[in-house]
């Protein structure tokens, strides 16, 4: 049975490959994340790592990603249009279906 859920495991990574990193915001509206993974069907999905994150993202300034760039960045921007503080920390995966 585990050797069954490794191969299903291993077949989804195969199949959507992961990667995974950190990042802080920048004290402004936007912030690029710096990844040459992204392509222009990346999922990316965002986590917050402290309170002040998890602040940000339960109020009227939570993050939308604004944009890809394939081979450089994905840049996340406040729904609000104001600023973060600069301390926020998130953590992201992102995936690229084949």
Do not use: H
Not at 25 to 48: C, E, F, G, M, Q
Not at 52 to 66: I, M, V
Not at 74 to 91: K, N, P
Request: net charge positive.
């Amino acid at each position: 049975m585990i050797v069954a859920i490794n191969g299903l495991r291993d077949a989804i990574l195969a199949t959507f490959p992961r990667v995974t990193g950190t990042f802080t915001l920048s004290a402004a509206a936007s912030t690029v994340v710096p990844n040459t993974s992204v392509t222009s069907t990346s999922k990316i999905n965002w986590t917050p790592t402290n309170a002040a994150a998890a602040t940000l993202l339960a109020g009227a300034n939570n993050l939308y990603l604004s944009a890809r760039t394939s081979g450089a960045s994905f840049t996340l921007t406040t729904a609000a249009g104001g600023s973060a503080a600069g301390t926020e920390t998130l953590e992201f995966t992102l995936s690229n279906p084949s």
